[in-house]
């Protein structure tokens, strides 16, 4: 089984810059894809990016050029570096991982508790 911890969420202002980390522990080596992804008060999930084991990257539109996802495999981690930032980055955003069960070959959608990133002024 796969658990994964965020940190790095918090306070920033407009045009600032934060980065975001998720680690992963348990079963670490069942982790293929991974991403992130953002909830702002009254608004639905979204996608922001992801990140394929061997390294291939999406993002969404809206954060396209200031945003970038990234994985250290040796440290089990994955890291969002948000650039650029403005008010409407502002959300709960959350860590996510698709794994293998161990011993099948059964697919987990593993999710983090999330971490608020807020910003203003």
């Known amino acids: 089984q796969v658990q994964l911890v965020e940190s790095g969420g918090g306070l920033v202002q407009p045009g600032g810059s934060l980065r975001l980390s998720c680690a992963a522990s348990?079963?670490?080596?069942?982790?293929?894809?991974m991403g992130w992804y953002r909830q702002a008060s009254g608004k639905q999930r979204e996608l922001v990016a992801t990140?394929?084991?061997?390294?291939?990257?999406d993002y969404a539109d809206s954060v396209k050029g200031r945003f970038t996802i990234s994985r250290d495999n040796a440290k089990s981690t994955m890291y969002l570096q948000m650039n650029s930032l403005n008010p409407e980055d502002t959300a709960v955003y959350f860590c996510?991982?698709?794994?293998?069960?161990?011993?099948?070959?059964?697919?987990?959608?593993?999710w983090g508790q999330g971490t608020l990133v807020t910003v203003s002024s």
């Open positions: 990140i394929t084991s061997g390294g291939s990257t």
């Open positions: 996510h991982a698709q794994t293998v069960v161990p011993l099948t070959t059964r697919n987990l959608e593993v």
């Open positions: 348990g079963s670490i080596f069942s982790i293929y894809n």
